[in-house]
C-alpha cells in the first residue's frame, strides 16, 4: 500500500508529508512511550525515512536509550511539545511516526503490541464504562 500521508504537531509549526509503503503499525507499552506520550501506550507507524519529509518548522530531539538498549531519537515541536516521531541511528531507514499526529489518522491499522510486560492496567478502556459523544458536561 503507497499513498500520501501529512501530519502535523498540536500548533503546526512543525508538519511533514511521506509517500511510500506504509508499515504495519503497532502499539507499544513500554515505559519511555508511556512518558512521551504522558498516556497508556503509543501507537507509531513505520515510514521509510527516504520518503518521509518535514515540510514546515524544524522539530527538536532528544536521545535516551531505550528499555530495549538502543539508542532512540524522539523527535517533537519545541512549541507545543507534541511527539511526533522517533528515529533510531541503529535503523536510519525507517521513522517511527506517531499514529495521533496524522491528519488521518484512520490510514493506521495496528496489527500488534510489543512490551506487554510493562502494559498499565489501565490501558483497556472497559465497555462498560460510560461514554459521552463530546465531555462529560456536554460542553
Ligand atoms: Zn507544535
Ligand atoms: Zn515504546
New binding site residues.
Given amino acids: 500500500m503507497s499513498s500520501k500521508i501529512t501530519g ?7 508538519a511533514f508529508a511521506y509517500s511510500g509503503d506504509i508499515a504495519a503499525a503497532a502499539y507499544c507499552h513500554c515505559t519511555d512511550c508511556r512518558r512521551t506520550t504522558g498516556s497508556a501506550f503509543n501507537i507509531s507507524i513505520g515510514f521509510d525515512a527516504d520518503t518521509f519529509e518535514i515540510t514546515r ?1 524544524a522539530p527538536r530531539a532528544f536521545e535516551k536509550t531505550a528499555d530495549s538498549g538502543n539508542a532512540i531519537v524522539r523527535h ?7 511527539p511526533l516521531y522517533t528515529s533510531s541511528p541503529a535503523h536510519p531507514e525507517k521513522v517511527y511516526v506517531k499514529a495521533g499526529a496524522l491528519d488521518d489518522p484512520n490510514v493506521v491499522k495496528p496489527a500488534y503490541q510489543s512490551w506487554l510486560k510493562s502494559r498499565v492496567a489501565w490501558s483497556h478502556i472497559a465497555d462498560d464504562l460510560p461514554g459521552f459523544e463530546t465531555d462529560r458536561d456536554g460542553a
Fill in positions: 502535523a504537531c498540536l500548533c503546526g509549526n512543525v518548522g517533537f515541536c519545541a512549541d507545543c511539545g507534541a
